[in-house]
């Protein structure tokens, strides 16, 4: 036998040990990587290994869902990363999509795809004005985090039966959110898909949590009368009966 030959047996020795020594690791194991990745991550009665296993409820910033389950993929580690496939099966949110993180310690989300209620997203967001109502269905490429923030963010996310229900009550329709990002941040480009009000607006979120959305709502012939003058609470009305939108915060 060549070394050639002897060193790709002994290669593809340790390759399959080190695969065997992940797969019978506990999932305890991967939660105690998970969490120090993404302060503030909870989850509650684990089973499992870190190769295929499972957690009843997920815990984030107030945020409670569950269960979730993962399958660890074994080809990530060729690229160097570390990946499992995620699914959550909750009441108020199903998703999948494949999380991982890089040598270097930055956590991404890929082909990120589900359905959710407007209040699982919203109470991610403190000191929001307004109460949302309605259901969100997302299809995300990418999302990536930084030092414990939201840097980049790809795809596409649609409010489904869009409303608001305070201050003022607005059945609004359906809304589009695409999203693009750059070294300035994520860019988000907000447009109704056939709703009773024509929305523009653009959001901008800074890698510190830092957002703000800026555009018009612009009344359509259409719009019942009284949705357009319970519009009038949010400001005054230009020439052309549209109404600026500023809002901001940190995420």
């Known amino acids: 036998m060549t070394i050639k030959k002897w060193l790709g047996y002994l290669l593809f020795t340790l390759c399959g040990y080190l695969l065997f020594l992940i797969g019978t690791l506990p999932a305890t194991q991967l ?5 120090e990745q993404i302060p503030g991550l909870q989850l509650a009665q684990i089973k499992g290994s870190v190769w295929d296993g499972s957690a009843q409820q997920l815990t984030f910033k107030g945020l409670q869902i569950g269960p979730i389950y993962w399958q660890f993929k074994p080809l ?3 690229f160097g990363q570390i990946e499992v496939a995620l699914t959550i099966s909750d009441a108020k949110l199903k998703a999948t999509s494949r999380a991982g993180s890089t040598l270097s310690g930055e956590f991404y989300l890929s082909n990120l795809k589900g359905e959710s209620s407007v209040e699982i ?7 929001l004005p307004v109460t949302p109502a309605g259901s969100i269905i997302f299809d995300l490429e990418e999302v990536g985090f930084s030092d414990q923030h939201l840097s980049s963010a790809t795809g596409n996310i649609d409010w489904q039966r869009a409303s608001v229900t305070q201050p003022i009550d607005i059945q609004i329709g359906n809304l589009n959110l695409r999203l693009n990002s750059d070294d300035d941040g994520i860019h988000g480009k907000i447009s109704d898909q056939g709703a009773t009000l024509g929305i523009d607006a653009q959001l901008e979120l800074q890698a510190s949590g830092q957002y703000q959305i800026k555009g018009k709502i612009q009344p359509k012939p259409n719009t019942p009368t ?14 052309t009966g549209a109404i600026s939108i500023n809002l901001s915060g940190h995420l």
Do not use: E
Request: hydrophobic share 45%; glycine share 4%; net charge neutral.
């Open 121 to 127: 997203i919203t109470s991610l967001i403190p000191n």
């Open 31 to 35: 939660y105690n990587v998970a969490k």
């Open 76 to 78: 990530s580690l060729l």
């Open 226 to 239: 009284d949705l357009i003058n319970a519009l009038n609470i949010l400001g005054r009305p230009d020439p």
